[in-house]
């Protein structure tokens, strides 16, 4: 699927300083970018779901540890 990318000047500027930095195209650095965006995002829900069921596992002993 194609997709046209409106950018600023200044977001033009940083992904050509990007892809240049990487050595690859700045279609690659949009791509790499928008996969390292989306694996990043998929760490926190993890983490924040982990967190989650430790703060209701340990629910008690986090409540007694706060006295």
């Known amino acids: 699927m194609a997709m046209t990318l409106r950018l600023t000047p200044e977001d033009e500027e940083a992904l050509t300083m990007l892809a240049k930095a990487d ?16 694996s990043r995002r998929a760490r926190g829900d993890k983490m924040a779901g982990l967190s989650a069921s430790a703060r209701h596992r340990y629910a008690d002993l986090l409540d007694r540890l706060g006295q």
């Open 23 to 38: 050595g690859v195209s700045k279609q690659e650095a949009t791509v790499r970018a928008i996969h390292e965006a989306a």
